[in-house]
């Protein structure tokens, strides 16, 4: 999905309830679509195919199973190029009335298309994140049984955005369908199912003028080998922001050659 067209594969699958205020979808806003489509496929792996939208957007595919999309919009629309995290809403204009009720920015939307409807949203620190009601592409479990995406957002005060998003996504209200939020080793930590699905942490600063410091939800993919992501994506462009290791494996932040960061990351087998 885009900030102006939430990405609608031309396959869509029968209706299937997503996960409440899970993640469901990431989308990056691009300059040029054959440009990212070479740096994507060439760091990640990835393969492609047309959506009904027109030639401005593509879904990518990871094992032939859809994992993100792209909408190259940015030079037309005169907005940044970045990749946004969709969570899935049962009722996008309700959630739309929760974002202005908590003081943040409904910046797009809501938008209607054939398999559902969107927005595109800023929070109170302007991290931007959509909202999607509807359909989703056929395949789109991949998120859940295989992890391709995880996301984390990199926010001023970690507590304080649980509770807007908790109260926005309706995370922790109790209901069998909907998320859970704990907040283990200083970060929040949102489950659905009993998976991790996002991960907020503090520190970000609002007026700092790098932007892998400022509040942002960071896309991370899941790859077999980070060093040879970054080494394609230097040949293609890319730039290296930072790499290193934790308790759960090896990650390297990554800035495409037109800006966007996205972070990949390898999960170390269990002991």
């Not at 989308?27 to 496929?41: H, M, P, V, W």
């Not at 009335?97 to 809501?110: C, F, K, M």
């Not at 969107?118 to 509807?134: E, N």
Request: glycine share 12%.
């Amino acid at each position: 999905m885009t900030s102006e067209h939430p990405s609608a594969p031309t396959a869509i699958a029968p209706a299937a309830d997503a996960p409440r205020g899970a993640p469901c979808w990431a989308n990056l806003t691009a300059r040029d679509l054959q440009a990212s489509e070479k740096f994507y496929g060439s760091v990640l792996g990835w393969e492609f195919r047309n959506t009904t939208l027109g030639d401005h957007f593509a879904v990518a595919l990871s094992d032939g199973r859809p994992v993100a999309g792209i909408g190259a919009v940015a030079t037309d629309l005169q907005i940044a190029v970045g990749w946004t995290p969709y969570f899935f809403v049962p009722q996008v204009d309700e959630a739309a009335g929760r974002i202005r009720e908590r003081s943040a920015t409904v910046a797009l939307g809501p938008v209607a298309f054939a398999s559902g409807r969107a927005l595109v949203a800023a929070d109170r620190d302007g991290a931007v994140f959509g909202v999607w009601d509807g359909r989703l592409p056929r395949g789109w479990e991949t998120w859940h049984d295989q992890g391709p995406v995880v996301l984390r957002l990199r926010t001023r005060d970690a507590f304080e955005a649980a509770i807007f998003y908790g109260g926005v996504l309706q995370w922790a209200d109790g209901s069998p369908d909907g998320c859970t939020v704990d907040y283990e080793h200083e970060e929040v930590v949102v489950r659905s199912g009993g998976a991790v699905v996002a991960r907020l942490s503090s520190g970000a600063v609002e007026a700092d003028p790098d932007p892998t410091v400022r509040p942002h939800w960071d896309v991370q993919f899941a790859v077999p080998d980070t060093g040879a992501c970054v080494a394609a994506a230097r040949g293609l462009g890319g730039t290296l922001i930072r790499q290193g290791s934790t308790h759960s494996g090896a990650y390297a932040e990554l800035r495409d050659p037109d800006g966007g960061l996205f972070t990949v990351t390898t999960t170390r087998p269990p002991a």
